[in-house]
């Protein structure tokens, strides 16, 4: 009997999925199933990367007033992103979904990918899908 091999999933990849349970109203267990990771893992990746955000966070508690201004920055930075990848990519919306596959690849240092999957009316999983490299 044939042992499946391990995946080694890049901090990238582990970054995103984290993103991508925190921002949306899915559980963990269909976000996992939508990246196609194994149960429980999700759980794992955000338990590591809040000890290690923890160790870096200020003591004390921000006012009401300055936590809604950090709340809105993001919002805008978000609707910032959305609005860039919509003006590079809006040629892309059109075609085929392996084309838009290809504009995430080539921008997914410039954009989180979850945010372009959902501009580009894209899967995450079907991008990682498309991205993986043939036999794994």
């Given at each position: 009997?044939?042992?499946?091999?391990?995946?080694?999933?890049?901090?990238?990849?582990?970054?995103?999925?984290?993103?991508?349970?925190?921002?949306?109203n899915?559980?963990m267990?269909?976000?996992?199933?939508?990246?196609?990771?194994?149960?429980?893992?999700?759980?794992?990746?955000?338990?590591?990367?809040?000890r290690?955000?923890?160790?870096?966070?200020?003591?004390?508690?921000?006012?009401?007033?300055?936590?809604?201004?950090?709340?809105?920055?993001?919002?805008?930075?978000?609707?910032?992103?959305?609005?860039?990848?919509?003006?590079?990519?809006?040629?892309?919306?059109?075609?085929?979904?392996?084309?838009?596959?290809?504009?995430i690849h080539?921008?997914?240092?410039?954009?989180?990918?979850?945010?372009?999957?959902?501009?580009?009316?894209?899967?995450?999983?079907?991008?990682?899908?498309?991205?993986?490299?043939?036999g794994?």
């Open positions: 009997m044939s042992e499946k091999p391990k995946r080694n999933y890049t901090r990238e990849f582990k970054l995103e999925a984290i993103r991508l349970y925190e921002s949306t899915k559980s267990s269909e976000v996992e199933r939508e990246l196609g990771i194994t149960p429980y893992l999700l759980s794992k990746w955000c338990n590591s990367f809040a290690k955000r923890s160790r870096h966070f200020r003591h004390g508690k921000l006012s009401e007033r300055d936590e809604e201004l950090r709340r809105l920055r993001q919002e805008v930075e978000v609707l910032k992103q959305e609005r860039e990848i919509l003006k590079k990519g809006s040629g892309h919306l059109l075609t085929t979904k392996a084309l838009r596959f290809a504009f080539a921008h997914r240092d410039q954009f989180p990918i979850q945010r372009m999957c959902s501009v580009m009316e894209v899967s995450t999983s079907g991008y990682y899908a498309w991205a993986r490299p043939a794994e």
